[in-house]
């Protein structure tokens, strides 16, 4: 079946503007994460959702970042007013109960503040 | 809080050598274990995952690695590598919160493993 998608696959932006990443997770999946990719970085955990549950917010980084996930399934990723320590990759992924905590991860949107 | 320690950033090898990827975690909780790879350009595969029971776990593509409780390590092998086994590859770490299958993955800073012919 068709795993989990997201767009762009690449952006590039001036600092300064807003961006909208998107993730479409695994139809089924009841629960979504965003991850991001940076070379001084690592792989970090920026949001999760779950069901209904309120997310789980606790790594973005500043309020700049957001997340919205309507309907209980696309996900959308929104960064204000970028900077260029945002650049990055960005990885979705989701699971469902009964998964055993496998994730399935999309290929990322690559994003690069000017 | 979780942390992972990859502690090798790159390992180079030569095809059909066998190979290492070493793991170790702290955290004042019990965990879950994953290895996952990443090719060039791509997201992340799960390898393998260590949830419960026998410490051995076999994953895809010839990989397996055993957890150690006392060394709190997870260390990845292979008995025989091939050139197509060059990538990235994360160690990673769920808390376990009993009864759900959800969590926050925190990796390792990863380790490129790249094989020679």
């Known amino acids: 079946g068709a795993g989990v998608s997201q767009s762009p696959s690449n952006k590039v932006t001036e600092k300064g503007k807003d961006v909208e990443l998107r993730c479409d997770p695994i139809s089924g999946h009841t629960a979504l994460y965003w991850y991001r990719q940076s070379l001084g970085q690592g792989l970090e955990f920026l949001i999760y959702f779950q069901g209904n549950s309120a997310p789980d917010k606790s790594g973005l980084p500043s309020d700049r970042f957001s997340a919205e996930r309507t309907g209980g399934s696309v996900s959308t990723l929104t960064i204000q007013r970028t900077q260029q320590e945002d650049s990055a990759v960005y990885l979705c992924?989701?699971?469902?109960?009964?998964?055993?905590?496998?994730?399935?991860f999309g290929p990322g949107t690559r994003l690069t503040v000017t | 809080a979780q942390s992972v320690t990859q502690l090798d950033s790159q390992v180079p090898v030569f095809e059909e050598a066998p190979v290492e990827l070493r793991c170790n975690y702290s955290?004042?909780?019990?965990?879950?274990l994953f290895w996952y790879v990443q090719y060039p350009n791509q997201g992340l595969q799960l390898l393998l995952k260590y949830l419960s029971g026998s410490t051995l776990v076999k994953g895809i593509n010839g990989f397996e690695a055993e957890f150690n409780k006392s060394q709190t390590s997870f260390h990845l092998r292979k008995p025989s590598v091939h050139i197509s086994d060059t990538a990235e590859y994360f160690c990673a770490v769920i808390k376990n919160a009993g009864g759900t299958s959800y969590g926050k993955l925190t990796f390792g800073q990863g380790t490129i493993l790249t094989v020679h012919p």
């Open positions: 955290s004042s909780v019990s965990v879950y």
């Open positions: 992924a989701s699971t469902y109960s009964g998964q055993g905590y496998e994730q399935y």
